[in-house]
């Protein structure tokens, strides 16, 4: 018989804690499917932060740290800095690198950190009960948002990929989405992509993964996937907001 | 080996890279900046890495990375940019970490000022942190003796694997005394087994972790710390004593206050007034049985604890006399250094005045 499809070895083959229908799923696999398409695994050293996936150490079959809340790229910084001939990643939520990790995030961007920022938007905080990040959506409801997020009292959201886009450091930064199958195809492709680029020391790469989180937005996973394309993507439009390989 | 003269703060960094520490993190902040300017200017020498961090918390957690990833790694940085590493210290005492860090210390709170102080004797002894941690505190009163504490910060760090801090303050950091490199004789370390270096196919994943969400296991694993720290209790207090035989007057004094304490007791030989002096090198742990004792004796009347802040460390005073006999306190503080005749004058006084 041929094996035309296998779970890969680089996530551990025990149940995740994740809400059904949440895309951080896909991304695990997408990120653990490169490093083992790569060869990489035995090189790999990985950090988890602080929100859903807080027990990523623990899904990843590679050498894991486990980060304060935001410091995951200073973390990052501190192994590949000591350990250069291995491949470092982060795996971040929207609260962990876009507000409390803001500072660590473009610094690292703008030292061309040569790290793998895997960056999850899914606009809410999920692992404290879905409040407000700073990528939820103008009017987006949320639970210290009640009355949707009043752009007047606590401004506009963060775009990431662009803002860290306007840096002169980093080598590769792009936005995907994970809500359905060919986004999720290109999603792969960029991901292995900023794996690929951390193995040439190019240096710095993140990809954005738009996401969903079906609990905390109050909606079916299905409703999700579309709310991603209704809402999500509108704001966070998809694509390369920096490529110095392709300059 | 031939003496060299220099800077506290210069000769730390030189220690540190004798004991092999390659991989600095800092962030600017006076009275300690002849550290990370002596590491950048080093470190690219003997291949090694100094980073200027965005921030102290960002480098803390430089340390945080480098540490896991199995290296000899240090921070420095003075009182307010210690406060700011707090939670990245209390995560390397969580995940088991060996780690260095230097605080020289200036007054505060807040802004404070810049000028020497021993005004974090609390945030350095009680954890400073949250959470059940400590962590090893040693307190050098000459350059010399910074440069062998400093070596040996690394090694206890590695033997204990616990974030040890190397405290002194803007006076140890800015002074310039002849210092001998090479005097300090390495200890055994084991080896980094735990590092998370990428297992090369050959092991299981290495995990740098501090979280226990099951309160069993961390528990258990609060239990295993406070065990180590019983042993660093038993096996590393130390400290320094002068002229405590027979003493009226019995001084707790640290760091620099120490040395101006040294004066004093020669004033109280002049004087008739035998005055001694317990040296805490270790701060945590705290040499209490050594003040115990030298407290106990009939000759002491009083113990005087002597330092640069509004009294902290008199705590710990007593706690170790407990009650035997009277603990006096005296201290300038915000950055304002006495002179012996001021400190000698108060614990004469203090003691009740001269025969």
Redesign the interface.
Known sequence: MKTVFKRTDMLVDIPQHYCPGCTHGIAHRLVAESLEELGV?????G?APVGCA?FA??Y?????????HG?AP??????????PK??VFTYQGDGDLASIGA??I??AAARNENITVIFINNAIYGMTGGQMAPTTLPNQVTTTSPYGRDVAHCGMPIKVSEMLATLDGPYYIERVALNNVKNIKNAKKAVKKAFQSQLENKGFSLIELVSTCPTNWGMTPIEALKWVDDNMIPYYPLGVFKDKGAE | MTKQLMKGNEAIAEAAIQADCRHFFGYPITPQNQIPEYMSKRMPKVGGCFLQAESEIAAINMVYGAAGAGVRVMTSSSSPGIALKQEGISYIAGARLPAVIVNIVRGGPGLGGIQPAQSDYFQSTRGGGHGDYRTLVLAPSSVQEAVELTQEAFDLADIYRMPVMVLGDGMLGQMMEPVEFGTYKRREVPTKEWASTGTDDKREPNIINSLYIDPDDLEKENLDMLKTYDEITEKETRSETTNVDNCEILIVAYGTTARIVKNVIKMGEKNGVKIGLVRPITLWPFPSEEVAKYASQESTKIVVSVELSTGQMVDDVKIAVNGVKPVGFYGRTGGVVPLPEEIYENVVELAGGTK
């Not at chain 1, 990843?60 to 304060?68: I, P, Q, V």
């Open positions: 695994g035995g090189k790999a050293v950090v807080v150490y623990k990843f079959n590679c050498d894991m740290h486990e980060a304060a410091r200073a973390v990052a910084t501190g192994i590949k800095r000591s350990l291995n491949i500072a660590e473009v610094h």
